[in-house]
């Protein structure tokens, strides 16, 4: 099971990581509706380094992103839903819409986005903050017909 992570203790243990030469890998979303998809995406992005961080939007950031209704589930329990799979090391909750002071704290080797963004169109804060810490930017192929929006239009029927 992967740890929670505190901003507090965030950058203690990305130092830790360094100083033990592991490869970081960063994510982040708003993991409201936990689907195959997801777990899919997170596993794939763990392949792609030796440690898997992720970054869960927190409950304002999922409002504004997302709309009234959302978010399904808080943030403390999407954290912790996260941390419990295998494939992730550490899960921090940042409050932001957009992911930079994550990235900016986290400076992962590799920043994995999902297959709904083109590398163009990623946050150009949020680039930056990848470059400046020199990682690169990999987007994943997302599963097909996989989402929370999809689920919840599921259970509305």
């Known amino acids: ?40 995406f997170l596993q794939e992005a763990k392949g792609m380094g030796e440690v898997l961080v992720v970054g869960v939007n927190g409950d304002a950031s999922v409002r504004e992103l997302k709309g009234d209704g959302r978010p399904v589930n808080g943030e403390a329990e999407r954290a912790e ?7 992730v090391d550490a899960v921090v909750i940042f409050p932001e819409k957009r992911a930079t002071h994550f990235l900016e704290e986290v400076r992962p080797e590799v920043y994995v986005k999902g297959g709904d963004y083109q590398p163009e169109q990623l946050d150009p804060g949020e680039l930056a903050a990848v470059q400046a810490g020199g990682g690169t930017v990999k987007v994943l192929k997302l599963t097909p017909g996989r989402s929370t929006s999809a689920v919840l239009q599921k259970i509305k029927k």
């Open 1 to 40: 099971m992967g740890i929670l992570l505190s901003w507090e203790k965030l950058a203690r243990w990305r130092q830790e990581q360094k100083k033990a030469g592991r490869k970081v890998v960063a994510t982040n979303g708003c993991f409201d509706l936990l689907h195959v998809g997801h777990v899919r």
């Open 81 to 87: 839903v996260i941390a419990a799979l295998g494939c």
